[in-house]
């Protein structure tokens, strides 16, 4: 079996470097997404039995493409080590995969942000509205620091408190962009990822042709 020579060894010994650096960067995938997933403060406000979950939908894509993200940076590494065509021609379709659900999770945190936030807020109002002095509701109070909504504002709101809908508006917001920023980014390292499989595998089956 052929061996890749010269520059194609420092592009085989490349993609070693950065499968590993892509594995580090699916654990931190996957740690954002349990963190969105499991964060007290999140849970607390969708935590109603009627309560929206298109919020969580996107979490749940970013969590399964973390999970992939690092079995395959793993696959990745060893590919790159052995020379393996078909590791590495395996690690280059489960980046596609994994490239579609990254971009799939940022453009849904980005196309859908304000449908999320006009969910919880229908959902905040109606509960206000069904009982203002409700688990659920002090619980939105403590965690946004805010009270009442537009159309019915607490009577005794303090200066430094604002409404629950602007306070859920402004919470969710900061959460959908770590979705998308996430998503993306990490997409867009995967390019590179793609292009550097694509250089090996063509440089191990020319090294064999010849050999």
């Given amino acids: 079996m052929g061996k890749v020579e010269g520059g194609m060894k420092c592009v085989k010994y490349l993609l070693f470097v950065f499968n590993f650096i892509f594995w580090l960067m699916g654990s931190f995938v996957l740690a954002v997404g349990l963190w969105l997933r499991f964060d007290p403060e999140t849970v607390s406000l969708l935590n109603g039995d009627k309560a929206p979950d298109t919020f969580f939908i996107g979490v749940y894509i970013l969590i399964g493409a973390g999970s992939l993200v690092m079995l395959v940076g793993f696959f990745g590494c060893c590919g790159a080590v052995r020379e393996s065509q078909c590791l ?35 959902f905040y109002a109606t509960t206000y509205n069904e ?26 709101l303090k200066p430094d408190t604002t409404d629950c809908e602007t306070g859920i508006k402004n919470f969710f917001n900061s959460k959908l962009y770590i979705i998308g920023y996430v998503g993306i980014g990490i997409a867009g390292v995967m390019i590179i990822g793609m292009i550097f499989s694509m250089v090996l595998c063509c440089a191990i089956r020319n090294s064999r042709e010849v050999i």
């Fill in 131 to 156: 009982n203002n002095n409700g688990t659920l509701i002090i619980s939105y109070q403590k965690v946004l620091n805010c009270c009442g909504t537009i159309a019915n504002p607490c009577p005794d």
């Fill in 88 to 122: 590495l021609g395996s690690f280059f379709a489960c980046l596609l995969i994994i490239f579609g659900a990254e971009v799939a999770a940022g453009v849904f945190g980005f196309l859908n942000k304000d449908k999320i936030i006009e969910d919880v807020q229908n």
